[in-house]
């Protein structure tokens, strides 16, 4: 006798994590290529500043935003805030998850509490969803929406409510949730290089060329 | 051989590079930028949002320099760009956007949009959907010395009554000196004091200058309308009169893109370095200050507020040097809300103001600068680039503004202690 | 009151750290008590609460006996193993804890009564009784 | 057999008293998950159930499951229980053997027809049936006729159950589980490797009080496989608080932290090993510090390593890791060469552009 369930899981932990893998790795490292093998010319204009050093800086530095912003776009910047830090936290510091690091990376952390991954990951969800209705309702959001949006959003939800709910049994068999979660992760992971997700490997060299074209005028970045 | 679809697109092609491409790849459309523009801010049109401004750009890396584009584009998936998308982007790519680079500082991602307008403008321009005002300035400054024409003989004029003004001789076409200085159209025509303020100044501190009959323009319409060819050209001139002379430096003038063109463009356009360094007028008269050579005597007692040029300051790194100068001239030098990096443009820059079809829409803009100004209330502004002046002093005009609007040069040369 | 008798599992060290460990479950079971006391006063009505049927963990242990407390019986019943009948300092309530002749637990239980039936003498043990007793004194009367 | 006595007078001659009785229907009731307001319920069903035949198969097994429920020490009501049924045949456990020993099997079928309880532990194997046989007959044929006349199967065991390590990949013998063969009789699955002796008795309690139990998806009775070993886990706390043994010496293992990380299964799986516990109640995997391996479910074996955390991929990924950056750097060129090339052509065709042919021809 077989458990669907049980079947499901190891095929997720599996053969469905080898191929997401390989698409999450190949991908992303297809598109770094394509992206610096294009280039740029070197800039022959003496520089005034630093433009390395500042373009490193601006990496870190563009995680805050220009003061007086906020007021203007709160729901994108707050939720925005709520959702990375969330997904952060929520994915680096729920011990299973730990767990795969260490058995990857050999490297591993000490795991949060349960109160704090499920309220974050609540309000994670909920981040989402405000994101999610400023896309339906705000003109800017609204007009630049495409279906990758979208996608993205639903993608980016998905691991974390199958996640909440296999861990805290809400409803479905568990082994179930526990397997539809990693297929969830699996479906994050092979959208990844080819979507807006892909940001959050490509927002360094942005960051960088950014800060190191204004750093070398001795502009700010 | 004329503007074509096909030109336009090569030349998009031709300025798509890594930067670009991780740009695209990075923007999560999350519309941050239009809370930076100011023509989204007054308008609150979406259709404004800098990103939206590059979408023809967009598409054609997408479909020609990413994998799965390509295959899209196989496919028929996507379409590819065409003359009307271009026609119908030329608006958003020339009036709604003076290339003043908020949009640049507040991306989240890091997409130095402004950089990108720049190179879309490569496009719009060789596929022919370049405003007509500044592709008549354009030739005018090929054909001729100015983009207003042949001004050979305003300069000249000028040079006299300034001469005559602070009894000092300038010289034209004087080699071996410290500088070469060229001036912008509009100092040329409407702010021709800032030639006495500098003959005083440079007397004070030896500097010893000229100007080139050559190369006297320091415009470059080449930028605005976005073409490298004709800029490049238009740097040239300068470059070719600068080495002729054999002068240690050239004086960018207060003029904003002048200072992006020979300063920062320049060596790229023309492939290789100058033999000589490009300094801003602000950054030369900082300096002096700081070697002593530059003293002021007695204040400015009126409340004064600065402007800074977007291309100058925010995209050009010149911040703290006009605030040092204030402050040795002006006893009640008041700071605007979002003054230096973040300061709003006057809406007048990357050729919005030349552009006649967009003068509503500049106007409209505008209104956030006024309000800048307004919470504020000076008696004067001050500001570090002539075609800021320019604007401002026309919109100031048009809403029944009563401030003035004052060159920082000769701001600095009224307080000149000429007995130091 | 400790529910976990002597004769029970020794704690260990851990056992102390264990021991603030809590579900939460203790707070909802002690309602339950309270309204099967209700009922008991009211109706006569018996109540049993079978604490192996709820997640409990030490520090639920801790928080239960400390509301409880100690009454004033303890029985030791010797059956297949121990068996701790104690009445709380609630009077009315009582912990059933069925031991095996290991020592360990069984099932424990919360009895809402006047008098937990395992207490009495069953029915069919006291007719064994009266066989006995009968058996013993033919022996003694064939022994005279 | 059928003057075997009833349960009153076996516990009467065993000298087990009525409050002792009282006192095992309350901890069976317990145990079946059952309301305490049960308890007289099952002690009357017990007094009066029919004491039916039992026949006990053994096929592609360890002799683990006849083990650990043998494996009582005392007399226990546990043992009556089982003395209470009829154990008519069991390889193992009976005196007689050889021909007798079938002989004995069936008369019991023949005497019994249609109500005996047939019990199976181990695998059946059907790639070549030769590979296990009792007395000439193949389990397989076995198991087939004896589960013709019988009421209702017990599959003890997770061999019987679902296959078990014999099932395990590669699974040299084709070997299956008794459900993969009967399909029209009744089959309560009584996982585990092996099952806790007391999950037996509860089960055959209640099969002898109540009838079949309420059964799971995967044929278990809900009363001890309802719910998994992590949510009864006394170290549920610590997972819950984040505080995880790393290794098997270190201070979190020590201390009692949670073992998820060593490659505990209690997530998933199904078992009352936290509550009821082994070795007369002694203690369970987890509590001796060791992991849970989830033996009472499906493929248990093949689980990506006992190991191995539940969240870690069971493959070598790294491998494919490594493939997949070299094969994404290779594609990756690929397409920055296309569109470096696009870019030349572009560079290529450029014609310089003059201020006086910005306009646009028509």
Known sequence: ?221 | ?420 | ?144 | MANKPLLPEMMKTHGVSRRAFLKYCASLTSLMALSPAMVPRVAKALESAPRPSVIWLSFQECTGCTESITRSHSPTIEDLIFNSVSLDYHHTLQAASGHAAEAAREQAMKDNYGKYLLVVDGSIPIKDPGYSCIAGISNLDMLKETAAGAAAIVSVGTCAAYGGVGHANPNPTGAVAVSEIITDKPIINVPGCPPIPVVMTGVLAHFLTFGIPELDALGRPKAFFGESIHDRCYRRPFYDKGKFAESFDDEGARGGWCLYKLGCKGPTTHSACATVKWNNGVSFPIEAGHPCLGCTEPDFWDNGGFYKPLSVPSGDYRKMGLAAIVGGAAIGTASALLSKAGKAKAVKAHETVNAHDLEKSS
Not at chain 1, 203 to 212: I, K, P
Not at chain 2, 105 to 134: F, Q, Y
């Open chain 3, 1 to 144: 009151m400790d529910c976990n008798h002597p004769s029970a599992k020794k704690p260990s060290a851990t056992a102390d750290v264990l021991s603030f460990v809590a579900t939460g479950n203790a707070s909802p079971v002690l309602h339950e008590v309270k309204h099967a006391l209700i009922q008991l006063l009211k109706t006569g009505a018996e109540s049993v609460i079978d604490l192996g049927a709820i997640p409990f963990a030490p520090g639920d242990d801790r928080v239960l006996n400390e509301i409880l407390g100690i009454g004033e019986v303890h029985a030791t019943l010797t059956v297949m193993g121990e068996s701790h009948v104690r009445e709380t300092a609630i009077p009315g309530v009582w912990c059933v804890d069925h031991l095996d002749e290991n020592g360990e637990y069984q099932s424990r239980f919360i009895e809402v009564t006047y008098m937990p039936n395992i207490l009495k003498t069953q029915r069919e043990d006291a007719e064994r009784g009266l066989e006995t007793l009968a058996e013993r004194l033919g022996a003694l009367d064939d022994r005279r």
């Open chain 1, 1 to 221: 006798m077989n458990n669907p369930a049980f079947d499901l899981l190891m095929w997720a932990r599996g053969p469905g994590f080898d191929i997401a893998l390989v698409i999450f790795v190949g991908g992303i490292v297809l598109r770094l290529f394509e992206i610096s093998i294009l280039g740029r010319k070197r800039d022959l204009a003496p520089a005034k500043g630093n433009g390395f050093l500042q373009g490193l800086k601006t990496i870190f530095s563009r995680s805050v935003p220009r003061e007086g912003l906020v007021k203007f776009a709160p729901v994108t910047y707050i939720g925005g805030y709520v959702f990375h830090i969330g997904f952060f936290v929520a994915f680096f510091f729920f011990a299973p998850h730990i767990a795969l690091i260490d058995d990857a990376f050999g490297i591993s952390w000490p795991a949060a509490g349960r109160v704090i991954i499920e309220s974050v990951t609540a309000l994670t969800v909920l981040a989402l969803l405000a994101l999610t209705y400023s896309r339906f309702t705000d003109p800017v959001r609204k007009s630049l929406t495409t279906f990758d949006d979208y996608l993205v959003l639903l993608l980016s939800a998905l691991p974390l409510i199958t996640g909440y709910v296999a861990v805290n049994k809400l409803f479905g068999d568990p082994t179930m949730m526990l397997a539809v979660h990693l297929l969830t992760v699996e479906a994050l992971m092979i959208a990844f290089p080819f979507t807006k997700l892909m940001h959050a490997v490509s927002f360094v060299l942005s960051r960088y060329y950014n800060g190191s074209i204004q750093g070398r005028k001795g502009a700010e970045s």
């Open chain 2, 1 to 420: 051989m004329t503007a074509t679809l096909e030109r336009g697109l090569n030349a998009l092609r031709e300025q798509i590079d890594a930067p670009v491409a991780s740009f695209f790849t990075s923007c999560v459309s999350c519309g941050l930028c239009a809370e930076a523009c100011l023509f989204y801010r007054e308008t609150e049109d979406p259709q404004y949002t800098p990103i939206k401004k590059l979408d023809l750009m967009r598409r054609v890396w997408s479909r020609e320099f990413t994998l799965l584009g390509r295959i899209g584009g196989w496919l028929g998936l996507t379409k590819p760009v065409t003359d009307a998308d271009l026609t119908a982007w030329e608006t958003l790519v020339y009036d709604s956007c003076t290339m003043c680079g908020r949009c640049t500082l507040v991306c989240p991602v890091g997409n130095d949009l402004t950089m990108m307008i720049r190179k879309m403008r490569e496009g719009m321009s060789a596929s022919g959907h370049g405003p007509v005002e500044l592709i008549g300035a354009a030739q005018r400054h090929i054909d001729g010395n100015s983009a207003m024409g042949d001004l050979s003989k305003a300069i000249h004029a000028q040079v006299k009554n300034a001469v005559e003004a602070a009894g000092i001789p300038i010289e034209f076409d004087k080699p071996g000196v410290d500088y070469m200085v060229i001036l912008s159209a509009q100092e040329i025509a409407e702010f021709p004091d800032v030639l006495s303020a500098m003959a005083r100044i440079f007397k004070k501190a030896d500097v010893t200058w000229t100007i080139s009959n050559a190369a006297f323009e320091a415009t470059n319409v080449g930028i605005q309308l976005g073409s490298r060819d004709i800029a490049r050209t238009l740097v040239q001139r300068v470059v070719d009169a600068a080495e002729s002379l054999g002068v240690k430096g050239v004086i960018s003038p207060e003029c904003g893109h002048a200072y992006q063109a020979l300063r920062w463009e320049g060596p790229n356009l023309i492939g290789r370095a100058y033999n000589f360094e490009v300094i801003h007028i602000i950054e030369l008269l900082d300096q002096l200050r700081a070697q002593g050579k530059l003293k002021t005597k007695g204040k400015n007692s009126r409340k004064l507020t600065f402007h800074d040029p977007c291309q100058i300051n925010r995209r050009g790194g010149i911040n703290k040097e006009p605030r040092r100068l204030m402050n040795m001239v002006a006893e009640n030098f008041v700071e605007t809300e979002d003054a230096g990096t973040m300061n709003w443009c006057c809406g007048g820059g990357g050729g919005v103001g030349a552009n006649e079809r967009a003068a509503p829409l500049r106007n409209i803009a505008f209104k956030r600068k006024k309000a800048q100004i307004d919470k504020v209330n000076p008696d004067a502004i001050v500001t570090m680039c002539a075609y800021c002046h320019h604007t401002l002093d026309n919109v100031l005009e048009e809403f029944n503004m009563e401030q003035e609007v004052l060159g920082l040069t000769e701001l600095v040369a009224e307080y000149l202690d000429e007995d130091a």
